[in-house]
């Protein structure tokens, strides 16, 4: 009997992929291709840096510059948004940024002298004077936006043309348009400076032609008088002023009560009233004066005088002898009054001489006089009111229990008596001092709740994750969708049958018996030959069988 050849059991991969038919082969080729594309897009993904905007909306002069600088330094850039944007690295965005700024990059976009060096050839007087203008304005402009409260500015000039022919030559204005950054304001002192820098810049211009306007359209410039308080804007003014005397007051109380009762249990408020009033006395008190030494004279005059006459009536006869001067006076200089000697005429007719005198002194003194004038002062605080509350003390007992109680009496009579000298308590003009003691309510936050897929933390972390778990999904996909059905088909054992026949085609043909003439046996197929024989060989080779039958259920290849 011949030997039975070898059944090939365990086919090597080569055979096993030249098993496969045209279209597995191309299915597998593709699975690969695409499964090793998929991670090199991965790989190549997962080490590019992610690009963040670090400035944008620049001036073209500005985006020049900062790309010059950043080629200097080496740091990878690109565009984004048209143009309008610089990117660069995420993780470079902070340190770049300081670099740029320690070299005054961005500059902005406003120019300011360097006007002057664009000047071209053929420019007119009007041209070069215009070029200057706007080149002043781009400086004051920058110089304003240097403040810290100043987030922009803008800064208009109106310069007449002087010309010498007019006899009253206009003077220069100008207009500020500042916006300041979010919570800032410009008090009165940083105002008249920002006026001062203008109306100083531009020659013959006085302060009160400048005006500064805010983003809103308010008008903050004032008058120059206005500026010193006397005048209009001084409402503004008296209003900051006694909010600077209510916020000294409320600070002195949080103070002195904050170390005894805890920085957030109290609550203070102080009310001040304050007299802005300018007021003017004069007044005018005369005193007698007591004693003649103790006056002051003023003026004093003597009046003295004598008078002398006849008896009576004129007699005699009227003519040339009575009209006769009288003769010339025998009586001395410094001597005592003499008597007048009586004319001839007189003597004759034998009248009397008969005289009398008159003595007045007037004496003027100075009169006690006192001219009083008081000026009240401006921003006197007349009134003072304060209002403080204070939390329940909070005790924790040995348990770790915490409970609150209230201050006692000793307690809050302490404090007040602290808040009263803290600002100054005056009885006389008013002031009242308010302490309550009361639980503070604990007012619960509540946020509202944002979806998951909402929550930064998670659109931060699905961004991150997203081009590893798609390259892992996709390359799994290729993997189970065309190589591995592929790779299956090829290591898939043949069918048991068609085994089993091509063994049994390999046997050589045995003689067939002549079946006796009396029994008319029916002639097997050739299925049941098979059968039959595949039974024989069980019988005289059982381990082999056995072999074949145990690689077919495992599906491994046999030594």
């Not at 240097?146 to 803008?154: I, K, M, N, P």
């Not at 211009?205 to 903050?220: C, F, N, Q, W, Y």
């Not at 009209?323 to 005592?336: I, L, W, Y």
């Not at 997203?466 to 059905?485: N, S």
């Amino acid at each position: 009997m011949d030997t039975v050849p070898a059944i090939p059991v365990n086919p090597t991969l080569t055979q096993r992929l030249a098993a496969l038919d045209q279209g597995q082969k191309l299915r597998l080729v593709l699975g690969i291709a695409l499964f090793v594309a998929i991670g090199i897009a991965g790989l190549f993904m997962g080490r590019q840096a992610e690009w963040r905007v670090l400035y944008a909306n620049l001036a073209d002069k500005d985006g020049g510059a900062i790309i010059a600088q950043l080629s200097q330094l080496n740091i990878p850039y690109k565009h984004a948004d048209g143009g309008n944007a610089i990117l660069v690295p995420a993780d470079k965005v902070h340190d770049t940024r300081l670099r740029l700024a320690s070299q005054g990059l961005p500059k902005g976009s406003v120019a300011g002298f360097e006007l002057m060096e664009a000047n071209r050839f053929g420019m007119t007087q009007f041209q070069e004077r215009l070029t200057f203008q706007r080149g002043l304005e781009g400086e004051l402009t920058r110089s304003i936006q240097a403040l810290s409260s100043v987030q922009s500015a803008r800064v208009h000039l109106a310069l007449p043309n002087q010309n010498g022919f007019f006899r009253e030559q206009q003077k220069p204005s100008a207009s500020v348009l500042v916006s300041l950054n979010a919570g800032r304001s410009l008090d009165r002192n940083q105002l008249a400076g920002i006026i001062h820098l203008v109306a100083s810049s531009v020659p013959e211009m006085k302060p009160e032609a400048v005006s500064v306007l805010d983003e809103t359209g308010k008008l903050l410039s004032t008058p120059a008088d206005g500026l010193n308080g006397v005048a209009g804007g001084a409402d503004a003014q008296q209003l900051q002023y006694v909010q600077q005397i209510e916020q000294m007051y409320r600070q002195r109380v949080l103070d002195i009560l904050e170390p005894v009762v805890g920085r957030q249990n109290v609550k203070a408020q102080v009310t001040a009233e304050v007299d802005f009033s300018q007021t003017e006395q004069t007044s005018e008190s005369h005193r007698p004066n007591q004693t003649a030494e103790s006056g002051a004279i003023r003026s004093q005059q003597l009046v003295e005088s004598t008078n002398t006459g006849g008896s009576g009536a004129p007699s005699g006869v009227p003519g040339a002898t009575t009209n006769q001067p009288p003769g010339p006076s025998t009586a001395p200089v410094n001597g005592p009054a003499q008597t007048l000697a009586p004319s001839p005429a007189g003597a004759a007719t034998g009248s009397a001489a008969v005289g009398n005198s008159k003595r007045e002194s007037i004496i003027n003194y100075e009169v006690d006089k006192t001219i009083k004038v008081v000026k009240a002062g401006s921003g006197v605080v007349k009134r003072l009111s304060a209002a403080v509350v204070i939390n329940h003390q909070t005790q924790t007992d040995d348990k770790g229990k915490t409970t609150t109680q209230p201050l006692t009496e000793q307690q809050l009579e302490k404090m007040t008596a602290l808040v009263r000298e803290t600002i100054g308590f005056n009885q006389d003009r008013g002031d009242s001092v308010n302490l309550m003691n009361a639980p503070f309510a604990k007012e619960k936050i509540t946020l509202p709740e944002v979806p998951f897929w909402k929550q930064p933390e998670t659109q931060e972390l699905a961004r991150n994750l997203a081009w590893p778990v798609g390259t892992v999904l996709l390359g799994a996909l290729v993997l189970f969708g065309l190589i591995r059905p592929a790779l299956k088909s090829a290591t898939r054992p043949a069918a048991p049958r068609k085994q089993i026949d091509a063994v049994l085609a390999e046997e050589p043909e045995r003689p067939q018996l002549a079946a006796p003439k009396r029994d008319e046996t029916p002639v097997p197929t050739a299925g049941e030959m098979a059968l039959e024989d595949a039974r024989k060989l069980t019988r005289e080779n059982p381990a082999a069988v056995a072999s074949i039958v145990k690689n077919w259920i495992s599906g491994e290849a046999a030594a």
